[in-house]
Nanobody
């Protein structure tokens, strides 16, 4: 099992930037990839971005490609999400998650989840 702790959420104006962090501990060896997901009120949890742990291959949802950048530090066992040009529709609770599976954009493939961090973008 992998334990995940997110940090870095907050309130920002449209056009601003935030960086989220996700610290992992526990069975790190079991991780194939880590991802960021978000859930807005009344909506389903959706994929945002993912990164493979060993090679650092990245995946993005179309809605955030070009604005968000996912990265990881294997020494610190930490994943990041740099968010720029934020829009009000990016407002959501952001979750980090870890998976040992190959299909890294599928929310149901993730077994371990953080507690979530709120991101609010004001217009």
């Amino acid at each position: 099992q992998v334990q995940l702790v997110e940090s870095g959420g907050g309130l920002v104006q449209a056009g601003g930037s935030l960086r989220l962090s996700c610290a992992a501990s526990g069975s790190i060896f079991s991780i194939n990839a880590m991802g960021w997901f978000r859930q807005a009120p009344g909506k389903e949890r959706e994929f945002v971005a993912a990164i493979t742990w060993s090679r650092g291959r990245t995946y993005y949802a179309d809605t955030v490609r070009g604005r968000f950048t996912i990265s990881r530090d294997n020494v610190k066992n930490t994943m990041y999400l740099q968010m720029t040009s934020l829009k009000p529709e990016d407002t959501a609770v952001y979750y980090c998650a870890a998976t040992g599976k190959v299909l890294v954009t599928v929310v149901t493939n993730y077994d371990d989840w953080g507690q979530g961090t709120q991101v609010t973008v004001s217009s």
